[in-house]
């Protein structure tokens, strides 16, 4: 009878100390603000922008069962102290994982639960393959994704700021006395006025970025500036949109200049951003001189495109502002070989663009054969100023190679398709001048060309997986590159027959 009594204390008491984790737990989950300061990946964030790439990462999206990122990273923090375990999903990307986890090929996700079981066999998995290639960085992706979220469940991923009398450091959750909620949720109290007193609120433009969506915000003025440009006679219009949209970019690109300290040309998602941003400066600079809409719209058409690719390629392309691997610190190369290679693709996305309208233009009896001959001019223009860039690129790029690697050139697949790009548009040039490629055929393969860029940007990346040019590229893509090569290869079937109009043999 005795015992019965103790173990029914024991019970009400382990109750109680339950119901008040359980209220410490919703009371730190209610302190963890968005603009709490935390260190992660080598910087200081907010806590927002720290949620919302876990998040991500984890799952593919943004968020997880419509609750606000900060609300979802919290409850995987401190599942530990409540009653309920989450079976969050994380995210299997490719077809090899899946087969080796046992997923079908639609199954996008597995549960955290039975997934962290799995973690030692897919070690294993990891350190038998001897080619690293693009199952091996998936499988590698995902062994990341399992120890973020094992850092997450253990209270080592949020990391805030704390004062003591010798010194500022910064501390894990796991580290302030995770069995006391109520020293956990002061430090978390205090972490922000106890930053900005001692560093400022500079981390705060972060979050101000990330919340502004100002990329969706200039796609929106891009999409309004391609009507007004496509449905009235005078460009006035077209123009002001465009440069109200290049300004929104502007104010996007020098927002993460000030929050990485550096240009914004390290990963896919910026390339794309920065290709985009580059091919309508570049169309609005020949419209000057030519005064045709086409180059308008060429220019605004491929700057929404990327727009596109970088709203919503989520899992092709990472926002997230990451360091560095070390042969890329160097701001001098960065800003010069990078720069120039995209705004080379810049000027070929143009040409492309301009290719593509020609033809379509063509097949739907609106063009007469003096256009035609003027748009292969302005096509060869743009292919012109395109390949000057690219040349000087690569010579560039060989010139860091030899700082960063001790060598000049070394057939990296980066490095091959590149100058296949080149030697590609320089024959198509010199065949053009030369009379022996005419009119349609220099058009049709203006149109062809821009699918070996395609290669060189993406497919190194997302199908070869591999190379010393492989660092801050995310895996996957190949679908979007092939569905651009089918739509590509359809179109010129569709468009690439003779003009209906008469064409000579030396036009």
Known sequence: MKTTKILLTLLCLFTLNSQVSQAQVNQTCTLLKDDIPVLAGGR????????KESIKFLTGKSSYNNEKPGLTFCRLLLQNYTETSINFPILIEHVKTKAFLELNEDETTLGSQ?????KELIRSEIISLKENNSYKKDLTKLFNRIATLEK?????????????DSANEWKSLSELNFS???????AIEES???YTKDHGDDYLLELTYVKSHIFSYALLVALVGIFLTVLMKNNTAGVVASILALAMQIAGMIMRILISGRAPITNMYETVMFSGFGALIIALCILYFK??????????????LCLFMMMFANNMLNSSISPLVPVLRDNF??????TTIILSYAALALSWMVANITLFKMRLNKLTSKEYRYYQTLIYTCIKVGIVLLAAGI??????ADYSWGRFWGWDPKETWSLIVLLFYMVIVHGRYSNWINTHRFIILSAAGFMTVMMAWFGVNYILASGLHSYGFSEGGAIFLGSFFAVQIAILIFCGPKANFKVNNND
Not at 44 to 51: E, G, N, S, W
Not at 180 to 186: A, E, G, H, P
Not at 395 to 400: A, F, R, T
């Open 180 to 186: 006391n909620l109520d020293l956990v949720n002061k």
């Open 192 to 194: 922000k006025s106890l």
């Open 291 to 304: 005064r045709d809409k086409i180059f308008l719209l060429a220019g605004l058409g491929y700057n929404i």
């Open 395 to 400: 010579i560039l790029g060989g010139v860091w």
């Open 114 to 118: 039975e997934l962290l079981t799995k």
């Open 44 to 51: 200081v964030k907010p806590y927002y922008v720290l949620a």
């Open 333 to 338: 190369w960065l800003s010069t070989h990078v």
């Open 152 to 164: 997450i469940q253990t209270a080592q991923a949020l990391t805030v700021y704390s004062k003591t």
